[in-house]
């Protein structure tokens, strides 16, 4: 298994990492991603950890906070032998403060993660989402206060705009806080985003990127081709799940699955095997998180690693993803000379 460290920190982690979605599937949305009871999951992590990939992904908002439950049950016993990455931020109550990234609530989501991880420490502590009401300084000292406390270890962030992230450095910087080391970004081969203004800032302020769903909601299983049925298991057949994920134009997406699929038979693998590896081979990426519901999924996943594309793969993965880039990210490349982009 290779490592990377973690954003400016010192700390190294897998370049993958089981993600726990598929744990519990409570509720309309989670149950698109799977419904692992405790036995099932268990055989994923004992897989996982067979393999060497240690790092175990989830949040509390995750089936209500079932997979965390789920996540500290598979692994009991082994707690040290695991690294543990949890998000908390959205809605866990219907009370005025069961939300967001004040002091109250994160004291309360934390102590509630703990309780249900059955452990007294968390590896990286992130916010699942960012709390425009919040003061940046009250979320910044409370993260910090945990760190001090023991209760974290490291401090990351989820789904931020790059003023969300750069402002919320600048405070870490300015009051010598605790600073975010890693940002759990969405980031495909079909959603390429994350290169217009998070991976600059991650390349500039040494943060990680923790990528979550490499395989674009499930489009790049290898499963979905021009005029062929979706299959019959996918969270793209659920509506609440399919809608609450990023959208994908269809004729997009044949484009770049017909692209994996040339370079898939020029190496050997499997298309969700090549659409990881790209994503591994990109700028700022420190670790990927894969998800699956079954042990043939897991296994295959596992396979992206160990190997590399080559830069003619890589170059022509690139031209079937790119898209027109907005302002002003079309502007600044023209000026590439003295303002380069992490990737072209």
């Not at 700390?11 to 726990?20: A, E, I, Q, R």
């Not at 989830?58 to 079932?66: E, F, I, K, M």
């Not at 759990?184 to 990680?208: I, T």
């Not at 770049?256 to 020029?266: G, P, R, S």
Request: proline share 5%; net charge neutral; hydrophobic share 40%.
């Amino acid at each position: 298994m290779e490592y990377r460290q973690l954003g400016g920190s010192g700390f190294k982690v897998p370049v993958l990492s089981l993600g726990t979605g598929t744990f519990g599937g409570s509720g309309e949305f989670f149950k698109g991603f799977g419904a692992s009871d405790v036995k099932e999951a268990t055989r994923l992590v004992d897989i996982a950890l067979d393999a060497g990939v240690n790092m175990f992904d989830s949040a509390d908002g995750y089936s209500a906070g079932l997979a965390e439950e789920i996540l500290g049950k598979a692994l009991e016993g082994r707690r040290d032998k695991a690294i543990i990455s949890t998000k908390a931020t959205f809605r866990a109550g219907q009370g005025p403060n069961d939300v967001g990234s004040s002091r109250f609530h994160l004291t309360r989501a934390l102590e509630a993660a703990l309780r249900r991880l059955k452990t007294d420490y968390i590896d990286l502590f992130q916010l699942h989402a960012f709390d425009a009401v919040t003061p940046v300084e009250e979320v910044l000292n409370t993260l910090d206060g945990f760190v001090r406390a023991g209760k974290i270890r490291y401090i990351g962030c989820s789904n931020f705009s790059g003023w969300h992230l750069m402002k919320s450095l600048a405070v870490s910087e300015r009051y010598n806080l605790a600073r975010y080391v890693a940002h759990q970004a969405y980031y495909s081969l079909v959603g390429r985003d994350y290169e217009w203004e998070l991976m600059p800032l991650a390349q500039d302020q040494k943060v990680g990127a923790v990528v979550w769903s490499p395989l674009g909601w499930g489009r790049l299983t290898g499963k979905l081709r021009r005029g062929a049925p979706k299959p019959e298991v996918s969270r793209l057949n659920n509506p609440a799940t399919a809608s609450g994920g990023p959208q994908v134009p269809e004729e997009y997406l044949f484009k770049v699955v017909d692209a994996l699929d040339a370079v898939a038979q020029e190496t050997g693998k499997t298309v969700p095997q090549v659409a990881l590896n790209w994503v591994l081979q990109r700028p700022t990426v420190a670790n990927v998180i894969i998800g699956a519901r079954t042990e043939e999924q897991l296994r295959q996943n596992l396979g992206a690693i160990g190997w590399n594309l080559t830069p003619a793969q890589v170059a022509t993965l690139d031209a079937a993803s790119t898209v027109p880039w907005p302002y002003p990210y079309f502007h600044q490349r023209q000026f590439a000379e003295r303002n380069p982009f992490p990737v072209t």
